[in-house]
């Protein structure tokens, strides 16, 4: 009888070590279950919480890693979507072409514009001074003006008329921005159905006799720094305008874009919430990567505002 019990003794004290291992692997095994689950937690939400740096800057898709916390492009195109201002570049933005280099060529003036052209760029030249050294080279006359707007075909980037029309249908107004000269931009804001006061660029003056008096030193466009001055004037005309129904009484800053090719472009983002960068001309290093979105077609912006 003593033999019977102690066996059962055995079997008994051999079940529960049995179950007491089983046990603590169970444990072990939910314990690195949880850490695995962690760290695929972690790993997702780094992949989703941004864009790579790459795809930031360079125009890529973001889809793949889209999240609740948006990249710099589908930032963009959401601005696109809803500005109440769209602010264009426009030589070799809007236009296919460096406006004040056809000028000179027409005034036959050509190789001494590029070449000061080329000298304020290599050698840090003010805007200013730039712009006042090519035209007391060019001296253009009310005559030559005239001249050249009659002789001249204005030759528009690819799709910006269609860009242009779908903002204003949405309500947005558009400007062009440039430190070119106004009487080259009226006949293209005529074209685009711009207002011509929706124009900030450069005026020349004239002497009774029609020839070249100099320049208005007063536009911001005139001097280095002046897209973002330029850009500020117009959110500050727009949110003190009696016409302004954007945003009206939610206390919301106005919703702005800047859209060029150049570096001058992209230093008016700020005060512009938002810089797209245009490369179907010219494409620049330094306004690829510093651009919230950069596109080398109008019609990834059409599709924007249609979709
Ligand atoms: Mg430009």
């Known amino acids: 009888m003593a033999v019977r019990r102690r066996a059962l003794l055995r079997i008994v004290v051999f079940i529960l070590i049995l ?9 072990r095994l939910l314990s690195a279950a949880s850490t695995t689950a962690r760290h695929m937690s972690a790993a997702l939400a780094t992949a989703t919480s941004s864009c790579p740096p790459d795809e930031q800057s360079a125009g890529a898709l973001c889809a793949s890693h889209r999240s609740a916390a948006p990249c710099r492009i589908d930032s963009a195109k959401s601005a696109l979507r809803d500005a109440d201002i769209v602010c264009f570049d426009v030589d070799s933005t809007v236009l296919t072409y460096e406006a004040i280099d056809e000028f000179a060529t027409y005034l036959d003036k050509s190789e001494g514009v590029a070449a000061l052209t080329r000298e304020a760029m290599e050698g840090g030249m003010k805007y200013e001074d730039a712009l006042e050294r090519r035209l007391q080279l060019m001296q253009p006359t009310r005559a030559d003006v005239e001249g050249f707007i009659n002789t001249h075909d204005i030759k528009l980037s690819s799709g910006i008329e269609q860009v242009v029309s779908l903002l204003q249908r ?49 536009a911001p466009t005139s001097r280095d720094g002046g897209k973002a001055e330029a850009v500020a004037a117009i959110i500050q005309g727009n949110n003190t305008s009696a016409h302004n129904t954007a945003n009206k009484g939610s206390g919301k800053g106005l919703n ?11 230093q008016a983002r700020p005060p512009a919430s938002v810089f797209i960068g245009y490369g179907g001309v010219s494409v620049r ?9 950069f596109v080398t077609d109008f019609t990834e912006l059409i599709d924007v505002l249609r979709g």
Do not use: C, Q
């Open 256 to 266: 702005v874009v800047m859209v060029g090719d150049g570096a001058t472009d992209l």
């Open 285 to 293: 290093k330094a306004v690829k990567e510093g651009a919230d979105w």
């Open 170 to 218: 949405r309500g947005t107004a558009v400007y062009l921005v440039s430190g070119g000269f106004r009487f080259l931009l009226e006949p293209l804001a005529d074209a685009l159905k711009i207002p011509r006061t929706n124009i900030y660029a450069n005026e020349l003056y004239f002497d009774t006799h029609g020839n070249y008096a100099g320049f208005d030193r007063s």
């Open 19 to 27: 179950a007491s291992a089983s046990l603590a692997r169970s444990r």
